[in-house]
């Protein structure tokens, strides 16, 4: 079992969301960490633990971003992180795979299953291992309290349910893990 750590400068967790029911509007969040651990022999032994701060949300338009991290949406001040809690790995096939988790946004917590491909992992430029990630997979925001919305006169809502998450970048495996594994 290696530890792993994103790479913050190469790795972005972004979504997308329907706007007036015509066009998706993207986002990103800035402040993100994760435990990682990989057991490359046995995948479905691998864990993932990832915490997102909230108040970094951004989608271009200060106005939104504020809106997101008032209490129709992320309420940041209350509730300043949403986890994923990884409860089960499994390979589906070669260097992919579906985790499902515990996913906590605000005070509400859902199982949600995220399905990606592992690029690596392969032996970088600076002495270390890398990998990258592929990751994503769909939510519906109001089971988790974000029910913020506004019917259109012509029809529809303003904001769509169904938010499509993705996570791409870059892990490196830890120093420690590194040393101990070229000590072996």
Request: no cysteine; glycine share 10%.
């Amino acid at each position: 079992m290696t530890r792993w750590n994103l790479d913050t400068a190469h790795t972005e967790v972004g979504f997308s969301v329907k706007h007036m029911m015509v066009a998706n509007v993207k986002g990103r969040f800035h402040g993100v960490t994760a435990e990682i651990a990989i057991d490359e022999d046995h995948p479905e032994r691998s864990t993932v633990l990832a915490e997102i701060e909230t108040g970094t949300v951004d989608t271009r338009q200060p106005d939104r971003d504020t809106h997101l991290r008032s209490g129709d949406f992320f309420d940041s001040e209350r509730f300043p992180l949403m986890t994923f809690r990884s409860t089960e790995v499994r390979r589906t096939g070669e260097g992919q795979f579906a985790i499902t988790g515990d996913l906590t946004i605000r005070d509400v917590t859902k199982p949600v299953t995220l399905t990606g491909v592992l690029s690596g992992p392969l032996s970088d430029v600076y002495g270390g291992r890398r990998a990258g990630i592929d990751v994503s997979g769909e939510i519906e925001r109001e089971a988790w309290g974000l029910g913020w919305n506004v019917a259109m006169e012509a029809g529809g809502v303003m904001v769509g349910k169904r938010v499509k998450i993705v996570i791409e970048g870059e892990i490196v495996q830890a120093v420690a893990d590194a040393e101990v594994e070229a000590a072996a």
